[in-house]
């Protein structure tokens, strides 16, 4: 299948720093990207969906101004954890899709902890 | 709404078959995916039906029923390495992935 980069694969960062993940298709081009968090035994929760070259759309409750999202290229997009805070603290799951109605491939995850 | 349910645990004995259930209502069908995820790690692809019927892939097959809204992931020949959550996520009119909250899958020697 195709492969998706996602890192860092874990960082702790300080409570009011902020944080910036990157995932990266690395053989195709993806239309649209995916950004889930993930709390301990919980399913996939999404945050947010890209599609490259415009503004990210935002699930009921994530805020926007917080989970910054740029879709800057095909191949890569990136999540900012802005001011982070404790309760942050999840594991953010990348995901992207070349077209829709294709399978959506996924990033190795990063874990965040906020200290 | 859009509703997506699957047991939340299952166990099963090394060697043996498991079938994990998954019953949709989504406003829209295109496509049911399985995925595996182990612990701390992020899901892996499986497999994909978009027509009714069952794919075989190894020792994983699945089934999909739309007219029953309905759709199994079949594991032969468990081995314990097959320990881990599998989701079930169907793409819906909008083409958004609807996840379900995953089964954990518990397999003993």
């Known amino acids: 299948g195709a492969v998706v980069s996602q890192h860092p694969s874990r960082v702790i960062c300080k409570s009011g720093t902020s944080v910036k993940i990157e995932c990266r298709s690395l053989d195709f081009q993806a239309t649209t990207m995916f950004w889930y968090r993930q709390f301990p035994k919980k399913s996939l929760m999404l945050m947010a969906t890209s599609n490259e070259g415009s503004k990210a759309t935002y699930e009921q409750g994530v805020e926007k101004d917080k989970f910054l999202i740029n879709h800057a290229s095909l191949t890569l997009s990136t999540l900012t954890v802005t001011s982070a805070h404790p309760e942050d603290s999840s594991f953010y799951i990348c995901?992207?899709?070349?077209?829709?109605?294709?399978?959506?491939?996924f990033g190795q995850g990063t874990r965040l902890t906020v200290v | 709404g859009q509703n997506i349910d699957q047991p939340t645990e299952m166990t099963a004995t090394e060697g043996a078959i498991v079938q994990i259930n998954c019953t949709y209502q989504?406003?829209?069908?295109?496509?049911l995916f399985w995925y595996q995820q182990h612990a701390g790690e992020a899901p892996t692809f499986l497999s994909y039906n978009v027509l009714d019927g069952l794919e075989e892939k190894g020792r994983f097959s699945s089934f999909l029923s739309r007219s029953k809204g309905y759709s199994y992931l079949l594991l032969k020949e468990l081995q314990m390495k097959d320990s881990a959550s599998y989701l079930c996520?169907?793409?819906?009119?909008?083409?958004?992935?609807?996840w379900g909250a995953g089964t954990k899958l518990i397999i003993k020697p």
């Open positions: 989504t406003s829209g069908f295109n496509g």
């Open positions: 996520a169907v793409l819906d009119s909008n083409y958004q992935l609807i």
């Open positions: 995901s992207a899709r070349a077209f829709s109605g294709t399978e959506a491939f």
